[in-house]
């Protein structure tokens, strides 16, 4: 089967979101049409890497932006109303995961969805350390309701206020940052330190790309979360010792979506973000290599405030 490519020039992997909304954009033309042969690769572009659909069925940037748009408007939101943030207690999560699980099994439409959101959330197998009767959750959550900023009621403004040339935009010009909020403050630009600024950025007006938000919110799925003995885990992420960190590996060859879920949680891209020996980088880049990835980023998470906020991310190879 010959497949269609085309460049998402609007798109950088060195950019957390920009990240996240390619794989959003992967995620999402996949499901939309099971019948079709759906991939992504990564390309290098004058200081950066650019993602590269590969696609049977669409052939240019139009029809990927209206088979997009539909999807995302048609999409169920059913994950996003269980609360306005996650912060949810555990009795109700688990209650409503089961639930998921049980419409999955019997066939029930968009119920996987659900239950991928949901394992993507969080869990009811960990509490979170602030509150014993809440569930711990995602390492890409940066908001909790402070200054009525709301993780979930966010996503779901995003998906009803997102228009298609929000989309074209993000996908295929140059960001032009001309949307105000919601922003789910996975960009660094969205960061803005009072410290050598002649105003109070709070009375600045947030300004964002709504199409990328929204094509980030469908990737959230491939990071599933996950308890261990000692606190919950994010895939692709490092949280421990006062370190917190989104791993982003970029690829050379067309990937499924499937294959990409399983990226994301090799453990050698996890190894040498900690790996401090020469000798055990140059290996371990060398075993990346052969896989065909190209680089790897560390997207450095801090809070300020009452806000999660990334880093610029740093290239690991």
């Known amino acids: 089967m010959r497949l269609q490519r085309i460049e998402l020039?609007?798109?950088?992997?060195?950019?957390?979101?920009?990240?996240?909304?390619?794989?959003?954009?992967?995620?999402?033309?996949?499901?939309?049409?099971?019948?079709?042969?759906?991939?992504?690769?990564?390309?290098?572009?004058?200081?950066?890497w650019m993602p590269v659909l590969h696609h049977s069925n669409c052939g240019d940037p139009d029809t990927v932006v209206c088979d997009l748009s539909h999807a995302l408007a048609t999409a169920p939101d059913s994950a996003w109303t269980i609360h306005d943030d996650l912060t949810i207690a555990i009795e109700a999560f688990s209650e409503r995961a089961r639930k998921a699980v049980a419409e999955a099994d019997s066939g029930a439409?968009?119920?996987?969805?659900?239950?991928a959101f949901l394992a993507a959330f969080g869990s009811d197998g960990c509490s979170s350390s602030a509150k014993g009767d809440q569930i711990a959750d995602t390492a890409f959550r940066t908001m909790s309701g402070a200054g009525h900023q709301h993780f979930l009621a966010f996503m779901?403004?995003?998906?009803?206020?997102?228009?298609?040339?929000?989309?074209?935009?993000?996908?295929?010009?140059?960001?032009?940052?001309?949307?105000?909020?919601?922003?789910?403050?996975?960009?660094?630009?969205?960061?803005?330190?009072?410290?050598?600024?002649?105003?109070n950025p709070?009375?600045?007006?947030?300004?964002?790309?709504?199409?990328?938000?929204?094509?980030?919110?469908?990737?959230?799925?491939?990071?599933?979360?996950?308890p261990t003995l000692m606190r919950l885990r994010t895939t692709a992420f490092i949280e421990e010792e006062g370190i917190a960190a989104a791993l982003c590996p970029v690829w050379e060859d067309p990937l499924d979506v499937a294959t990409v879920s399983s990226l994301l949680a090799l453990s050698d891209v996890e190894r040498i973000a900690r790996a401090t020996d020469a000798r055990e980088r140059a290996r371990l880049r060398r075993k990346l290599m052969a896989r065909g990835v190209r680089q790897v980023y560390w997207v450095e998470r801090f809070t300020d405030g009452k806000y999660r906020n990334f880093k610029p991310s740093v290239a690991l190879l």
């Open 202 to 226: 709070s009375k600045d007006p947030i300004r964002t790309m709504r199409g990328a938000n929204r094509l980030a919110i469908e990737a959230l799925p491939l990071f599933p979360t996950m």
């Open 156 to 199: 779901r403004e995003l998906q009803q206020t997102t228009k298609r040339a929000d989309l074209e935009r993000t996908l295929f010009r140059v960001w032009d940052y001309a949307d105000d909020k919601p922003s789910m403050r996975w960009d660094p630009n969205d960061y803005r330190p009072h410290a050598l600024r002649a105003d």
């Open 9 to 48: 020039r609007g798109l950088d992997a060195a950019n957390l979101l920009g990240y996240m909304a390619a794989l959003g954009t992967l995620r999402t033309l996949t499901i939309a049409d099971p019948a079709a042969e759906v991939r992504m690769s990564w390309t290098e572009a004058p200081g950066r």
């Open 109 to 115: 439409p968009f119920a996987r969805e659900m239950c």
